[in-house]
């Protein structure tokens, strides 16, 4: 069979089966539904709590994910499937992201740019990721909340080779667009100990971005970039997940374990590593209208798998050309620590409006390099409930 054919007929398969799963989600969701998953499930838990709390002349309720109007109501800004909606409701979500990466690591040392040139051609110097995320989230019953998330991606990266000489690549573009439904499993509060929410996050990434990319470089004009310039997978991904959010009087907390599991190998013949991360943040409400987060962000992601043989990654003479174009220098971890604000406007003709933002930088990172290490990331949002 034609290679454009084969092609052609792994990226319909693979869109098939992202759609598919979206269609078991939201069938699933579309049956009646009387609350949380579990509710109903925890009789001996539910039994030794309401004791407790009825010792204290206090009441357990049981199933209520309701989140009253608060500058906390939501992670920070940054984190994304952290709450359901109740049955009806809509929010919408514009989120703008600008990552920073400079100076490139080894493990969780730091490597010049001339020792990166004793083995490469050339050197990336640094590189800027900003990303124009729009997403919806719609309840729609009290079990299933449905979110749809569509990404903009603008990368940026400054190279550097042995004579000296200094060159920029770009590229932009839609990137993978991802649908989930997150499943409500369990909540309990009492006014002693506070509410307590759980959901489970299932989804899926389908691969809409350009995992092609070309731009002019000194080895010619119209050359396709390395892997991190691209702006998508090129499979489609599983992406599971827990949630944990919880509140009491002027403090709220959460944590949340979130993965990417991908499915095949893409139209170019690799497939992009694994990945996780947990996030743990908390809050405090200073007053109605604002409150302050800090956030921990744990993230690893694992090397590439095959190549992608379109890619040249020796010159001539056998000299490796750049890092970024080595599957095996793709992998590594990082703990971020994030600071936020967050703001609660006034409702305007019955919209909840929130205002937030939210910036870090990596306090541990450990690299498969030569890579360029991270230097900040920054978020800001605006999310309006209807």
Partial sequence: MDTGNVKWITGVRNIGIGLLVCGVFLGIGMKKAEGALLEGLLDGFEETLGESAAAKGERLIIGNFYQA????????????????????EFMFTYRYMRMFMNKNRDGTDNVSDNDVLQDFAVTPTEMTTQMHMFSTMYGLNDTVTLMAMFPYIMKSMDHKNRAGAKFTTKSSGIGDIKLAA????????????????????TGVSL??????????????????LPYPMRLGS????????????GVKNDVSWGLQALGTVRIGHNQQGYKEGNRYDVNSWGAYR?????????????????NIKRRDRQL????????????TAETTFEGGKRLDLLGGINILFPEIRGLEN???VEAGAPIYQDLDGP???????FWAGWQIVM
């Fill in 286 to 302: 200073w007053a109605d209208w604002i409150s302050t987060s800090a956030r921990f962000n744990w993230k690893q992601w694992f």
């Fill in 234 to 245: 090129g499979t489609v991904d599983i992406l599971p997940g827990l949630t944990y959010g």
């Fill in 207 to 224: 691969p809409s971005g350009d995992i092609k990319p070309r731009d002019n470089t000194p080895l010619g004009n119209d050359s396709l």
């Fill in 354 to 356: 929130h205002l937030s």
């Fill in 371 to 377: 890579q360029l290490k991270q230097s900040y990331s």
């Fill in 69 to 88: 109007e608060r500058p906390d109501s939501h992670a920070p800004i940054g984190v994304m499937q952290d709450h359901t909606h109740n049955k009806g």
């Fill in 312 to 323: 040249a990654t020796n010159l001539p003479n056998g000299v490796p050309i750049v890092p």
């Fill in 182 to 201: 997150l499943w409500r499993l369990y909540a309990f509060e009492t006014p002693s100990i506070g509410a307590h929410r759980f959901h489970l996050n």
